[in-house]
């Protein structure tokens, strides 16, 4: 078995795993920041870094002792290299370069939202491996920084097919809550407190776009419509009325969601679907999406929620394939073969 031990740190986590053959996790260690950022609403990108430099090494030693292995284990290291917080990756990756330096281990860079593509294939040793995606097929990522439909031939064959013109899912989710007074962060706080509300209490228009490419996302409107009710009518307190508000509004992002998931999928002929990243941790679009997709007749993969957000189990995985070669495996011969640090660069595409 090749293990790659992996570091993520592109924003409020620093977290380290060590991965076998890109999908057995034999340790995955995280260190949150929720706990710092939420009384200010939102990462503070100056704090994030300087609590990474604290848990990098921490996290790594962690990773190690949890699988009972040590350096000698380890055939190749991988890290996060962007997108994300500039700061926050800078430590990171100067972590992973002096590790990899001084354990004469190959690096591995590694794109964040291949890694979050790559989460689907995760289990641990004792759970049923998840059944693989066909090629190709569509991958819906979405989260707090990102919201984009990919179009993956491949593992290392992804071409991104469309994006939000404005705000991220999560993001939205966040300033809902914000402005709600509830709380940071604002997906699983909106989640709860949209349980037993009536969806169709608020209607909220979904966008439409005739320039430039149909499938991309908005929701900064959804955002300013919650703003307007709350405008209009006042923050209502907590009980039936909070509860459909922010049910409608969840039912607003999940729908848009779905729609240009399936949109894509029939457009492009595929069979498959992969739900990832961290809003995929939300019941109601995982229920709405698997719903939707399967009477259509297409297949949803979607990571187990503890592989949505942000970790490094879903570098490690992602690394396991040569980025060179289209579906090809890193191979001891290939390992010998890399520089210490990557230069894999894929602008839009990854």
Same mark, same amino acid.
């Given at each position: 078995? %090749? ?23 034999l ?8 706990d ?10 100056? %704090? #994030? ?32 290299? $962007? ?31 291949q ?10 040793? $004792? ?48 300033k ?10 604002? $997906? ?7 349980? =037993? ?44 009325? %909070? ?25 492009? =002929? ?9 809003? #995929?941790?939300?019941?109601? %679009? ?10 259509? =007749?297409?297949?949803?993969?979607m ?12 570098? =490690?995985?992602a ?7 289209p ?24």
């Open positions: 078995m %090749l293990k790659i031990l992996a570091i993520e740190s592109s924003c409020d986590e620093t977290a380290a795993a060590l991965v076998g053959d890109g999908h057995l996790v340790s995955d260690a995280v260190a949150t920041q929720i710092i950022h939420r009384k200010y609403g939102g990462v503070v990108p100056e %704090l #994030a870094s300087r609590n990474h430099l604290v848990d990098a090494i921490p996290v790594v030693e962690e990773a190690l002792t949890s699988a009972d292995a040590t350096w000698n284990d380890v055939d190749a290291m991988a890290v996060t290299r $962007g997108p994300g917080l500039v700061g926050s990756l800078l430590v990171g990756l100067q972590v992973a370069k002096a590790l990899a330096y001084a354990k004469q281990k190959p690096l591995i860079p590694v794109h964040h939202l890694g979050h593509m790559q989460a689907v294939f995760l289990h641990k040793e $004792g759970e049923p491996r998840p059944e693989s995606p066909g090629y190709p097929h569509v991958a819906l990522a979405v989260s707090g920084g990102h919201t984009a439909l990919y179009l993956v031939s491949s593992p290392t064959q992804i071409r991104q097919i469309a994006h939000t013109r404005d705000d991220a899912a999560g993001e939205a989710f966040d809902v809550s914000r402005m709600l007074g509830l709380g940071y962060p604002g $997906g699983p706080i909106v989640e709860r407190g949209a349980k =037993g509300g009536n969806e169709k209490a608020f209607k909220f228009t979904r966008p439409h776009f005739k320039d430039g490419d149909p499938l991309d996302f908005s929701f900064s409107g959804l955002k300013t419509a919650v703003l307007t009710v709350l405008k209009k009518f006042g923050a209502p307190p907590e009980g039936q009325d %909070l509860a459909d508000l922010l049910a409608s509004f969840q039912h607003a992002v999940c729908d848009q969601l779905v729609e240009r998931t399936l949109e894509a999928a029939k457009h492009f =002929g595929c069979k498959h679907a992969v739900l990832a990243g961290g809003v #995929a941790c939300n019941g109601a %679009l995982r229920r709405l999406m698997q719903e939707t997709l399967s009477g259509e =007749g297409i297949a949803l993969h990571p187990r929620p503890r592989w949505c957000t942000d970790n490094a189990a879903m570098i =490690g995985a690394a396991w394939h040569r980025d060179q070669v579906g090809s495996r890193l191979t001891g011969e290939a390992l010998r073969s890399l520089n210490a640090v990557g230069n894999w660069d894929i602008g839009e595409n990854l």
